[in-house]
């Protein structure tokens, strides 16, 4: 029996994540509306959802919990696996090829009992060149949220660290995506 189904169309494909009453996660698959092809892309324990770039080349099967989440990126034209990106919250495409997400930056400590104990930056990759750049890098006394991406304007929270939860402020700070 299923349970859920997230559904997400372009112009020639649909995409979907069937879960089953008994599993957090799901199997993917892509249909090829122009010719009725369906592919399984794989079952994962956390799959629920896929995220389509601009011009529907590259999507994100999503899967994870609700706090670290894992992509994995394919080409649409042969179905290929590109790579994984391990990430927190959401990953936003910002054109056909650059992806803007929150990545966890293990070397930075947090000394204040909050969990995660270590910061957070925010970093795009391009799918084409393989390149990460951090837009924004997290410090000792500070982490970057991503919040949304809404015509390439780049939604972030800039959260102060401190004893206690009085001590802690953010800030909310808008980068324009140039590509």
């Known amino acids: ?26 199997e993917a698959y892509i249909s090829d509306i122009s010719n009725g092809t369906t592919t399984n892309m794989g079952y994962d324990e956390y799959s629920d959802k896929i995220r389509w770039n601009s011009d529907s080349s590259y999507f994100i099967i999503d899967a994870g919990t609700s706090v670290t989440r ?23 495409w910002l054109d056909s090829e650059t992806i803007v997400y929150e990545d966890a930056n293990e070397d930075v400590i947090w000394n204040n009992g909050i969990e995660p104990p270590f910061t957070s930056d925010i970093v795009t990759y391009n799918i ?37 939860s009085t001590d802690r402020k953010t800030e909310k700070l808008e980068y324009i995506f140039m590509n």
């Open 1 to 26: 029996m299923v349970t859920k189904l997230h559904c997400h169309q372009t112009k020639k494909y649909v995409a979907f994540v069937i879960h089953d009453e008994d599993s957090v996660g799901g």
């Open 128 to 164: 084409d060149t393989g390149v990460i750049n951090k837009l924004y890098e997290g410090t000792t006394d500070y982490k970057y949220s991503l919040v949304n991406v809404i015509d390439n304007n780049i939604e972030v929270i800039k959260e102060f660290d401190g004893d206690s």
């Open 70 to 92: 894992i992509g994995s990126i394919y080409s649409v034209e042969h179905l290929d696996f590109i790579t994984h990106i391990g990430y927190w919250g959401t990953a936003f």
